[in-house]
């Protein structure tokens, strides 16, 4: 049985993918998997405990030409160094990378020894490291025809962004937030809130409190819940989180989320077949966010506004909430993007091509 080294890093929607395309692996047989990356990071703290695991050292790249990333030798040597002495400690027949800047030395030293690459891109824009590592990839994975245009066509396969294995809709209880026979409307911002969307949903706070036919749940950011609640004060068809552990629950059983255009956040919405408000975060690199976003409201799956556009997000929700037919449209072109099987897909890809 072949024995795979993953790298990945930075942000969760680096890592989740990976981890879901180890799983789908892992399902098939493939018992020897190792992953590399950063000490004391996000990547060790989601992985080293389930995986073996192996610390190397990365430094951010820039955008625009590569020669620009040049500009620390030492560092990028001395990570190269470090990804080489990985890569020949464990040995593996295959490397599967899924970009950020934390994954090119591994990418870099395996392609200069001459062990098959597979590289995974999650946004519809593709990133520096991904690129960059293209011409020692064998299989390039992306999500879109859009992404699909940074890269070679002849390697690239178009699928799903693959998501943590998600559960059936009747393995959910809904939340008791959630009333039966109301509207439900979740907003999601991540662990740490997202303040744009924050910003436009307490300006319209009256209006939304005067709706007795919907109930919120507006996952507000750990950090913000105290500040938002003592502004806002007590609205009885609206629940402030701070965080939420069972979001899968809120999701299946949401007519519409709210939500910002991470790779990884949108994949699990399109995998619930759900319509959406996204607000791409608009400092996100290359402004990848919103190039995510426009590829599904290309689709019908969703509406777009951005932090800057005057605040029109809770008119959205009521032109969506109250047409059962936009909403079953938008659905639809949801669950026609999304792939819940993508990381076995991509598994399989794999496995059959270093099977030949």
Same mark, same amino acid.
């Given at each position: ?133 293209? /011409? ?20 690239? /396969? ?52 005067? /709706? ?18 003592? /502004? ?125």
């Amino acid at each position: 049985m072949k024995k795979f080294l993953f790298v990945c890093g930075g942000t969760g929607g680096h890592i989740f993918p990976a981890v879901a395309i180890a799983e789908s692996l892992k399902k098939m047989g493939v018992t020897d998997i190792t992953f590399a990356g950063r000490k004391d990071s996000m990547e060790e703290r989601l992985v080293a405990s389930n995986w073996p695991y192996e610390y190397i050292t990365a430094e951010p790249l820039h955008r625009g030409p590569f020669l620009k990333n040049l500009a620390l030798p030492f560092k990028l040597s001395k990570s190269l160094v470090r990804a080489k002495s990985v890569v020949k400690k464990v040995n593996p027949d295959v490397v599967v990378a899924t970009g950020g800047y934390v994954s090119l030395p591994i990418v870099l030293a395996a392609g200069s020894l001459g062990i098959p690459v597979y590289l995974q891109e999650q946004n519809a824009v593709a990133g520096v490291a991904n690129k960059v590592g293209a /011409r020692y990839a064998k299989t390039i994975f992306v999500t879109s025809e859009e992404a699909a245009h940074g890269f070679p066509i002849e390697k690239t /396969r178009v699928f799903g962004n693959p998501v943590r294995k998600l559960p059936q809709a009747d393995e959910l209880k809904r939340p008791v937030e959630f009333a039966e026979g109301k509207k439900a409307v979740f907003i999601v911002g991540g662990s740490q809130g997202a303040a744009g969307i924050n910003a436009k949903i307490e300006e319209s706070i009256k209006t939304i409190a005067a /709706r007795n036919d919907v109930n919120v749940v507006w996952q507000v950011g750990v950090k913000n819940v105290e500040s938002i609640s003592s /502004r806002v004060g007590d609205v009885p068809n609206v629940a402030i989180r701070g965080f939420l552990n069972d979001i899968y629950a809120y999701m299946n059983y949401a007519d519409l989320i709210i939500s910002r255009a991470g790779a990884s956040a949108l994949a699990e919405i399109l995998a619930f077949g759900k319509p959406s408000i996204l607000l791409p975060y608009p400092h996100a690199t290359a402004n990848h966010q919103e190039h995510n976003a426009r590829v599904v409201e290309k689709a019908g799956a969703c509406l777009v506004e951005l932090d800057g556009d005057p605040n029109d997000l809770w008119n959205k929700v009521e032109s969506l909430l109250f047409d059962s037919e936009k909403l079953n449209k938008m659905a639809i072109a949801a669950k026609g993007l999304g792939m819940p099987d993508a990381a076995d897909q991509i598994a399989r890809v794999i496995m059959e091509k270093e099977n030949a």
